[in-house]
């Protein structure tokens, strides 16, 4: 195989891996469990019973900062 079209497979089968990581990827948001705040969780794998992620609570109303 010449390099240039060693180059172009590894380059389509690096796209067709992130493209494959990127879908199996999801975000949810979570709200109804408080008027003044709500979640959002990331989970990596959603075919896996247990993957990596993170979790996250937002709040509404923050609280009001001065600043001079």
Same mark, same amino acid.
């Given at each position: 195989? /010449?390099?240039?079209?060693?180059? /172009? *497979? %590894?380059? $389509?089968?690096?796209? @067709?891996?992130?493209?494959?990581?990127?879908?199996?990827? &999801? @975000?949810? =948001? *979570?709200?109804?469990? &408080?008027?003044?705040? #709500?979640?959002?969780?990331? $989970?990596?794998? =959603? =075919?896996? *019973? @247990?993957?990596?992620?993170?979790? %996250? @609570? #937002?709040?509404?109303?923050?609280?009001? $900062?001065?600043?001079?």
């Amino acid at each position: 195989m /010449r390099n240039d079209t060693k180059l /172009r *497979v %590894a380059a $389509i089968f690096l796209f @067709i891996l992130w493209k494959q990581l990127a879908v199996a990827q &999801a @975000i949810f =948001t *979570v709200d109804g469990f &408080a008027k003044e705040y #709500y979640g959002k969780i990331e $989970i990596s794998d =959603t =075919t896996e *019973v @247990i993957s990596k992620g993170w979790v %996250a @609570i #937002y709040d509404l109303n923050p609280p009001f $900062i001065w600043s001079s």
